[in-house]
């Protein structure tokens, strides 16, 4: 996880698309925990700050509808 968060996250936010659920501003990098688990990590970049404010770790198999990103 440290190095998805260092390396990927960390040096080349903008890589990564932007979150199917919700779309900009929000981006999400979708990674395997296991053999079947998949999660999201989802964010923000602030080009600008040069700052990446991840928001949440949501896993693929919960249901969409619970999404609430502005707790």
Known sequence: MTEILRLNLGEAPLTW???PLTGA???AYLFRVG???QCWIVYT???DARIV???LFWSAS???E?????R
């Open 17 to 19: 698309g932007y979150f």
């Open 25 to 27: 501003p929000y981006r």
């Open 35 to 37: 053999r079947r688990t």
């Open 45 to 47: 970049v602030d080009e």
């Open 53 to 55: 404010d991840i928001l």
């Open 62 to 64: 919960r249901n969409p």
């Open 66 to 70: 619970r999404l609430d990103l502005h």
